[in-house]
């Protein structure tokens, strides 16, 4: 899509969040064992927040990002970068 869409001033880019706090994943927070796994796994040690992806969505959205495309931009608290 981006190589297509380009030309037309419209960009294809995505957010790949990391571990979240959401209410979905409640019943994953509260185990323990998986809530461990995933601190001990993020080199942040710790799950992120929805607000943790705000300013790279905002960041997307703004004219400051008009010549990024076909980017998929992690904000995963490190995960990605040691696996």
Known sequence: MT????E???QIN?????YIVTEM???LIE???FDGWVKKRTPARRWGNPTDLVGTA???ASPA???VNGQLIFVDGGIMAVY
Do not use: H, M, Q, Y
Not at 3 to 6: F, G, K, L, Q, S
Not at 14 to 18: D, E, N, V
């Open 3 to 6: 190589a297509e869409w380009a």
């Open 8 to 10: 037309f001033n419209v």
């Open 14 to 18: 995505a957010i790949g969040p990391g």
């Open 25 to 27: 994943n409640k019943p």
């Open 31 to 33: 185990n323990e064992e």
């Open 58 to 60: 905002v960041f997307l």
């Open 65 to 67: 990002s008009d010549f």
